[in-house]
Protein backbone atom coordinates (compact mmCIF):
# COMPACT_ATOMS: atom_id res chain seq x y z
CA UNK A 1 0.00 0.00 0.00
CA UNK A 2 1.38 3.29 -1.11
CA UNK A 3 1.27 6.87 1.08
CA UNK A 4 -1.00 7.85 -1.49
CA UNK A 5 -3.56 4.90 -0.98
CA UNK A 6 -2.83 5.16 3.27
CA UNK A 7 -3.59 9.00 2.89
CA UNK A 8 -6.47 8.64 1.10
CA UNK A 9 -7.90 5.78 3.46
CA UNK A 10 -6.98 7.64 6.13
CA UNK A 11 -8.94 10.27 5.29
CA UNK A 12 -12.38 8.14 3.86
CA UNK A 13 -15.81 10.10 5.55
CA UNK A 14 -17.82 6.91 6.59
CA UNK A 15 -20.71 8.32 7.37
CA UNK A 16 -24.03 7.22 7.08
CA UNK A 17 -27.37 8.72 6.35
CA UNK A 18 -30.07 10.15 4.08
CA UNK A 19 -32.46 9.68 6.65
CA UNK A 20 -35.76 8.65 5.45
CA UNK A 21 -35.84 10.91 1.79
CA UNK A 22 -35.96 14.38 3.42
CA UNK A 23 -34.52 17.24 2.29
CA UNK A 24 -32.10 18.62 4.61
CA UNK A 25 -32.73 21.70 6.11
CA UNK A 26 -29.42 23.30 6.32
CA UNK A 27 -28.01 26.65 5.12
CA UNK A 28 -24.72 26.94 3.51
CA UNK A 29 -22.82 28.70 6.58
CA UNK A 30 -19.33 30.83 5.98
CA UNK A 31 -20.54 32.54 2.52
CA UNK A 32 -18.79 35.70 3.73
CA UNK A 33 -16.39 35.77 4.83
CA UNK A 34 -15.35 32.20 3.23
CA UNK A 35 -14.34 30.03 5.56
CA UNK A 36 -10.67 29.27 6.25
CA UNK A 37 -8.49 27.29 3.48
CA UNK A 38 -7.63 23.58 4.61
CA UNK A 39 -4.26 23.95 2.39
CA UNK A 40 -2.84 20.47 3.68
CA UNK A 41 -6.08 18.98 2.40
CA UNK A 42 -6.37 21.11 -1.01
CA UNK A 43 -5.07 17.86 -3.38
CA UNK A 44 -5.97 14.44 -0.76
CA UNK A 45 -8.97 12.57 -2.09
CA UNK A 46 -11.70 12.62 0.72
CA UNK A 47 -14.81 9.90 0.16
CA UNK A 48 -17.71 10.90 2.39
CA UNK A 49 -20.34 7.93 2.34
CA UNK A 50 -23.92 8.36 3.83
CA UNK A 51 -25.96 5.59 4.39
CA UNK A 52 -29.87 5.88 4.73
CA UNK A 53 -30.42 4.91 8.12
CA UNK A 54 -27.68 7.06 10.02
CA UNK A 55 -27.92 10.45 12.04
CA UNK A 56 -25.51 11.98 9.43
CA UNK A 57 -28.23 11.38 7.00
CA UNK A 58 -29.40 15.16 7.26
CA UNK A 59 -25.85 16.89 7.40
CA UNK A 60 -23.07 15.15 5.41
CA UNK A 61 -24.14 17.36 2.63
CA UNK A 62 -22.88 20.50 4.55
CA UNK A 63 -19.72 18.93 5.44
CA UNK A 64 -19.33 17.98 1.95
CA UNK A 65 -19.74 21.48 1.06
CA UNK A 66 -17.84 22.70 3.76
CA UNK A 67 -14.74 21.11 2.42
CA UNK A 68 -15.40 22.25 -0.89
CA UNK A 69 -15.40 25.98 0.17
CA UNK A 70 -12.50 25.35 1.95
CA UNK A 71 -10.52 24.29 -0.72
CA UNK A 72 -10.73 20.68 -1.45
CA UNK A 73 -10.55 19.91 -4.28
CA UNK A 74 -11.17 16.04 -4.37
CA UNK A 75 -14.34 15.41 -2.00
CA UNK A 76 -17.04 12.94 -3.37
CA UNK A 77 -19.75 12.37 -1.71
CA UNK A 78 -21.71 8.37 -2.27
CA UNK A 79 -25.19 8.29 -0.39
CA UNK A 80 -25.76 4.70 -0.18
CA UNK A 81 -29.31 4.66 -1.15
CA UNK A 82 -28.17 6.63 -4.66
CA UNK A 83 -26.12 3.49 -5.73
CA UNK A 84 -28.74 0.58 -4.74
CA UNK A 85 -27.49 -0.19 -0.88
CA UNK A 86 -30.24 0.51 1.29
CA UNK A 87 -31.15 -0.11 5.43
CA UNK A 88 -27.73 0.87 6.58
CA UNK A 89 -26.80 2.73 9.88
CA UNK A 90 -24.57 4.78 10.89
CA UNK A 91 -22.20 1.23 11.41
CA UNK A 92 -22.43 -0.22 8.07
CA UNK A 93 -18.84 -1.17 8.08
CA UNK A 94 -20.47 -3.90 10.67
CA UNK A 95 -23.50 -4.75 9.25
CA UNK A 96 -24.29 -8.14 7.41
CA UNK A 97 -23.93 -5.99 3.60
CA UNK A 98 -20.44 -4.47 4.31
CA UNK A 99 -18.92 -6.27 1.70
CA UNK A 100 -21.28 -4.47 -0.71
CA UNK A 101 -20.41 -0.68 1.07
CA UNK A 102 -16.23 -1.88 1.16
CA UNK A 103 -16.58 -3.29 -2.67
CA UNK A 104 -17.98 0.47 -3.22
CA UNK A 105 -15.30 1.87 -1.19
CA UNK A 106 -12.03 -0.63 -3.08
CA UNK A 107 -13.65 1.38 -6.18
CA UNK A 108 -13.06 4.67 -5.23
CA UNK A 109 -10.05 3.62 -3.83
CA UNK A 110 -9.13 2.21 -7.31
CA UNK A 111 -10.35 5.39 -9.25
CA UNK A 112 -8.34 7.50 -7.12
CA UNK A 113 -4.98 6.09 -7.42
CA UNK A 114 -5.20 5.39 -12.09
CA UNK A 115 -2.70 7.63 -13.33
C1 LIG B 1 -15.01 4.08 -10.40
O1 LIG B 1 -14.90 4.30 -11.80
C2 LIG B 1 -15.87 3.58 -12.55
C3 LIG B 1 -15.54 3.78 -14.01
O2 LIG B 1 -15.47 5.14 -14.33
C4 LIG B 1 -17.27 4.08 -12.17
O3 LIG B 1 -18.25 3.37 -12.88
C5 LIG B 1 -17.48 3.87 -10.69
O4 LIG B 1 -18.71 4.44 -10.30
C6 LIG B 1 -16.36 4.51 -9.89
N1 LIG B 1 -16.52 4.16 -8.49
C7 LIG B 1 -16.66 5.06 -7.53
C8 LIG B 1 -16.94 4.55 -6.18
O5 LIG B 1 -16.57 6.25 -7.74
Redesign the pocket.
Known sequence: MNLKLVKAAALLWLHCGSAFGLETPYRRRAESPAPRKLTNLADIPILTVTAEASFHAVYDECNVRYLRQAGCSKV?H?ELGDVGIHGNGHMFFMETNSDEVQE?VH??I??ITKV
Open positions: DVLSWLN
